[in-house]
């Protein structure tokens, strides 16, 4: 059964501080790694990830994939209270159209 | 920046009754979706949909669901009989292509049934 799991369940640091939230995964066929922000509603997209090693970023927040070792990572930097948020991985496999999410970390940022 | 909207943002709904949750996907996009959300659980995949028809459904997607894509702009999830356990956030979500392109959400609906 695809498995996706994230750690830690939650967080909670200081605005400055640097975090990394892990996503490991058991999943057949892989195709793609996303990472998901979700605040009051809607999941607002981050990043997508498919090639081992390449670190992807968007100002304070970067992630990369270990195909190998079947895991990623989102590191944010210089955090802010408006980090706050579950943050969602969620993989897509080869042949299929669904993604499966892990359950999530629950980021808190205390000023 | 083009979004995916649903409405309504909230539905009370009586066990027994029907619900029609509606979504207006970007678009440009042209692979559709539901998932939904218990409260304290992951987010799970209901149904995907393509040139109009189903193309992958889950288990939990049963008789008592049904999508449509009745005109060129939304894209409905139908509850049939609802039950107690029904109650969720309903996720509407589309995308470009179905290989290099991410999966973008609406807000949902947070469906309660009593």
């Known amino acids: 059964e695809d498995k996706v799991v994230q750690s830690p369940l939650s967080l909670v640091v200081h605005e400055g501080d640097t975090v990394t939230l892990n996503c490991s995964y058991e999943?057949?066929?892989?195709?793609?790694l996303l990472w998901y922000k979700q605040e009051k509603k809607a999941p607002t997209f981050l990043f997508m990830l498919?090639?081992?090693?390449i670190e992807k970023k968007s100002g304070r927040l970067s992630s990369i994939l270990d195909k190998k070792e079947l895991f990623s990572i989102l590191n944010i930097t210089a955090t802010q209270t408006g980090d706050s948020a579950i943050y969602l991985c969620?993989?897509?496999?080869?042949?299929?159209?669904?993604?499966?999410f892990g359950q999530g970390t629950r980021l808190t940022i205390n000023p | 920046e083009p979004e995916v909207t649903q409405t309504p943002s909230h539905q009370v709904t009586q066990m027994g009754q029907e619900v029609i949750l509606r979504c207006v996907p970007i678009s440009n996009h042209l692979y559709f979706y539901w998932y939904r959300q218990i409260l304290g659980q992951k987010v799970e995949f209901l149904v995907s949909f393509y040139n109009n028809e189903i193309s992958e459904k889950s288990e939990i997607f049963d008789d008592q669901f049904s999508v449509e894509r009745p005109d060129g702009s939304n894209f409905t999830l139908k509850i049939r009989s609802t039950k107690l356990e029904d109650s969720a956030m309903y996720f509407c979500?589309?995308?470009?292509?179905?290989?290099?392109?991410?999966?973008?959400f609406g807000n949902g609906t947070r469906l309660t049934v009593t």
């Open positions: 498919t090639s081992s090693g």
């Open positions: 999943v057949t066929n892989f195709r793609s």
């Open positions: 979500a589309s995308r470009t292509d179905r290989v290099n392109s991410p999966l973008h």
């Open positions: 969620a993989v897509e496999y080869q042949g299929a159209q669904k993604l499966v």
